[in-house]
């Protein structure tokens, strides 16, 4: 797991250092400190994992410098300044120049704990972004499209790498909102179809008599108001991919026809008797389970068995909770972006109610909450309602479900600060190390 942010104090005071390093100490933040401004430079570079603390009057350039060039070597750098009492001018200076945020002397050690934090906080956001920038660039864009650290999301990438570049046709399931779609991009992406047209279709989303037409395409004639010739979707998707979604609510007549198609990989335009050969991979996907409707004669059954090669099973999103808090930070900077918003601040409450929350939209109910907190829209979005998972546990076994989804989410969240994460859920140290050993979760606590 990444290595948790750290701050670097600059100041030319070593009783005064030695107190700010002491107060992150204790405040679980790893410290590194500096007496002058020049020490400080040498530590900087773009990416920086951390915050810099300085104060404004140092020896040889003072921290006003100090805050000008760390903002040309990182924009993003979050500077905290330290100013003596009545150097209001400066502090007013400081933040036009850029600085995140400043302190006046004297200060409470707990003052500067929380201001370094809401630093750290944000400086991780902005790290993550750049990481996944940077991972989109090298074409690892799956752990961009497929975004998750559980296990759930990782046996799915797995699975995506390992069949996406053979011609085999893929079954995609998963409730609405999982992002089926996204899989099946994902598949036509990291395959030599790439270049060749990805065609999208949902089958649920058309009357029955056009579905055909649509498929299939038609010659001129083929029926009233049939004026010119038109290519169908599977021949468009040439040498691409064509995805199916909603493929159980296809009529059974379609099915049919489908099934020919993924047998012998020709098409027939309405109106025309002369096949045509058709290479392109088919991704159908379902929210329901085609095993249980070919059993109730709603599906057929020689289409699933031709469709059920390779399945992906999506996750449910309360079913991978500990990828909620990413997501949902993932999401707030992209709906920041797009709205030209402040990045939201999610408080601790927040992210329990998010954490709570049953997510019957899955995924793309959670973007929606992200975009209406970036939009500073505070309604009541989520409902009070348990996990259905619990459902048939007992008490005991559905809180301790829900515990160790947030003690999980909550380091992820601090970056394995045992105490920052103790703080956060007030929780004593030795409790959370206690339940830590207790959910297997050591993997997660910075080393």
Known sequence: MPEPLSVLIVEDDPNVRLGCVQAMQLGGIPVAAVGSAEDALKRLAPGFAGVVVTDMRLPGADG??????????????PVIIITGHGDVTLAVEAMRAGAYDFIQKPFAPELLVDV??????KRRLVLEVLDLRRRLSQHEGIEGKLIGRSPQMEQVRELILQVADSPVDVLVRGETGTGKELVAQALHERSRRRDKPFVALNCGGMPDNLLDSELFGHEAGAFTGASKRRIGKIEY?????????EVESM??????????VLQERTIERLGSNRPLPVDCRVVAASKDDLLEKSRDGSFRADLYYRLNVVVIELPALRERRDDIPLLVEHFALAAARRYDRPQPDISPDQMRRLMAHDWPGNVRELRHVADCLALGIRKDMLGGSAAPEDAGLSLAESVENFERSLISAELRRQGGSVARCAEALRMAKTTLHDKIRKYGLQDLTAR
Do not use: N, Y
Request: net charge positive.
């Open 251 to 260: 009529p059974m007549a379609m099915q049919i026809k489908l099934l020919r």
């Open 237 to 245: 998707a040439e040498g691409g991919t064509l995805f199916l979604d």
């Open 116 to 121: 370094v934090r809401r630093a750290i906080d």
């Open 64 to 77: 006003m410098a100090l805050l000008r060039r760390a903002r040309e070597i990182d924009a993003e750098l």
